[in-house]
């Protein structure tokens, strides 16, 4: 019986010093549906991940500047933290100088001076200097 059990590890220690391998696993095929579904989802998540962070940052920073029967027409960069922004309440138009800190009205109009659909960049710039050079009641 002895010499039974030397004979059948026998092979076994000749192979001692080997390491076994393991069968090698099947990879998925690329372009099954499976794996196409699970590229679609991901792309999913990550896009709408990406629009709810600019959701959540245009909410934070309050990126539509209107209110309820407040409403910024424009703005005009004076310097490198200050400006110019014009903002309609009801029928008033009000200049206001925006610096850190610091908000001063500049000019008050009683009637509209720019239409809010007309104000487009440089053309604020433009009517501004208008508006400023009649010399209406302040």
């Known amino acids: 019986m002895k010499w039974l059990s030397s004979a059948l590890l026998l092979p076994l220690m000749a192979h001692a010093g080997e390491i076994p391998v393991a069968p090698r696993a099947e990879m998925p095929d690329p372009l099954s549906w499976g794996s196409l579904l699970q590229l679609g989802l991901g792309l999913a998540l990550v896009v709408g991940l990406i629009l709810l962070l600019g ?24 310097g490198q933290r200050e400006r110019a922004v014009l903002v309609q309440v009801g029928q008033e138009q009000l200049l206001l100088g925006v610096a850190p800190g610091r908000v001063s009205l500049l000019k008050h109009f009683d009637a509209p001076v720019v239409d809010s659909e007309a104000v487009r960049g440089s053309m604020f710039a433009e009517r501004l200097q208008q508006a400023i050079g009649r010399g209406g009641p302040q």
């Open 55 to 78: 959701w959540l940052v245009r909410r934070v920073n309050g990126a539509s500047a209107s209110g309820q029967g407040m409403k910024v027409l424009a703005a005009l960069p004076l």
